[in-house]
């Protein structure tokens, strides 16, 4: 088997009984079928929802409790009572667990992307599993994924996983819902998501336990496959479930292709996790430089600067209106007002001998191909 990295995406709706708690057989099927994988070789990290689930009881709700209070006492409870069942589970196939809760905000700050990482990486040196979902018990408002298929793929990206398999309640994307449009045809396989193919997805239509329904799937899917992963969304049965998604044969919609290229830790944190400062608006020259060429964007191509930002902030790159780029600073706004227009050499002349470009190729992104 090719692949050495797989992220698995566990939903609620795969987790839970019918009167929405958490189902430990279900559970003890799914470690089963990830130890499979893992005697083989296989790499794993689990993205895990379930903690709601498996704590509105104890906390004193008959049913899942709809209220974002509710749910974070009942994640707040639920949460070691969802990773002692894994340990346990995974203790069967001598598999050490961890636990990792992760919230949005992680991703934005470099150094915590970076700390992610590391951890990551030192667990399955390791042969750890690491266990990841929101911390649901902060992560309210801005802060929130609000489901785990998108921290799903942002991990995958950050691991360079070799595919993302989004496990649900229904064998794949539909044509529309099918629980309501019983004649909606399954794809079996897509290049890419579309972002007209996301706008046809209805958003509020998930499952009972469920959150982002299979909007927020193709959403996860399309963030993955431009991080280079290639994503699986669907069902399976059984202790070699995820042996056979891998194979090939699994029960769901594949997405991807042989394009699909990971994208290095550093370039997805500009790309997707950074905060933007300010603008840099390029000429011509610049624009083709950046595009065709490849390089580095230097003061002569620079025209305007928009804010105020500091050394190593990161802004877009904007030609005509359109934002073709986004990179990370070499100088601060002011020091680029000086220099714009100018040769490498004469603005090293005037602020810094050792930094020839604006922003260097390294630390540059590009978000739109073909202006
Ligand atoms: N076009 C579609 N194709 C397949 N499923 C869809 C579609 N639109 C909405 N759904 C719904 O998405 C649900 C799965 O999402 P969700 O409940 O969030 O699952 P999970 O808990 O596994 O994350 C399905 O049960 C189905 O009702
Ligand atoms: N983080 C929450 C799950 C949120 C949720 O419902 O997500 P999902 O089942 O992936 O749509 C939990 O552990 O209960």
Redesign the pocket.
């Known amino acids: 088997m090719a692949n050495k990295r797989v992220v698995v995406?566990i939903?609620?709706?795969s987790l839970t009984k019918k009167d929405g708690s958490l189902s430990i057989d279900k559970l003890q099927e799914h470690t089963e079928a990830i130890a499979k994988l893992m005697q083989q070789g296989i790499e794993v990290i689990l993205i895990?929802?379930?903690?709601?689930?498996?704590g509105f009881h104890d906390l004193g709700y008959s049913s899942r409790p709809v209220t974002v209070a509710g749910?974070q006492a009942?994640?707040a409870v639920?949460?070691g009572l969802?990773i002692e069942a894994y340990a346990d589970a995974f203790k069967k196939y001598g598999i050490v667990s961890s636990q990792l809760l992760l919230t949005r905000d992680v991703f934005v700050n470099k150094q915590q992307f970076h700390n992610v990482f590391q951890v990551i990486s030192e667990l399955l040196r390791r042969s750890v599993i690491p266990i990841i979902?929101?911390n649901?018990a902060v992560a309210i408002d801005e802060l929130t994924f609000?489901?785990?298929?998108m921290l799903s793929a942002l991990v995958s990206g950050l691991v360079n996983a070799d595919y993302l398999i989004l496990l649900t309640d229904i064998n794949g994307l539909y044509s529309a819902n099918p629980n309501q449009y019983p004649d909606a045809i399954r794809y079996n396989q897509l290049d890419h998501v579309s972002d007209e193919l996301i706008d046809q997805t209805s958003q509020n239509s998930?499952s009972k336990?469920?959150?982002?329904g299979m909007k927020?799937k193709l959403l996860a899917a399309q963030t993955a496959l431009s991080l280079g992963v290639h994503a699986f969304v669907g069902v399976g049965k059984g202790s070699n479930k995820f042996v056979d998604i891998l194979a090939g044969n699994g029960d769901g919609t594949y997405i991807g292709n042989y394009h699909t290229h990971h994208v290095r830790k550093h370039k997805q944190w500009i790309a997707f996790h950074s905060n933007v400062s300010g603008q840099l608006i390029i000429d011509d020259g610049a624009k083709e430089a950046l595009l065709k060429k490849g390089r580095s964007l230097l003061p002569a191509g620079v025209l305007k600067v928009k804010d105020t930002f500091a050394e190593n902030d990161v802004v877009e790159i904007v030609y005509h209106n359109d934002v073709i780029a986004k990179g990370q600073v070499n100088y601060n706004s002011e020091e680029i007002q000086q220099i714009k227009g100018l040769s490498s050499a004469q603005a090293m002349n005037i602020i810094d001998q050792t930094k020839a470009e604006v922003i260097h190729r390294n630390n540059l992104v590009l978000t739109l191909q073909g202006v």
Do not use: C, P, R
């Open positions: 995406k939903g609620s709706s895990s929802s379930g903690a709601v689930s498996a749910k009942a994640a639920g949460q969802l979902n929101e649901d609000g489901d785990n298929d998930s336990v469920g959150t982002g927020s």
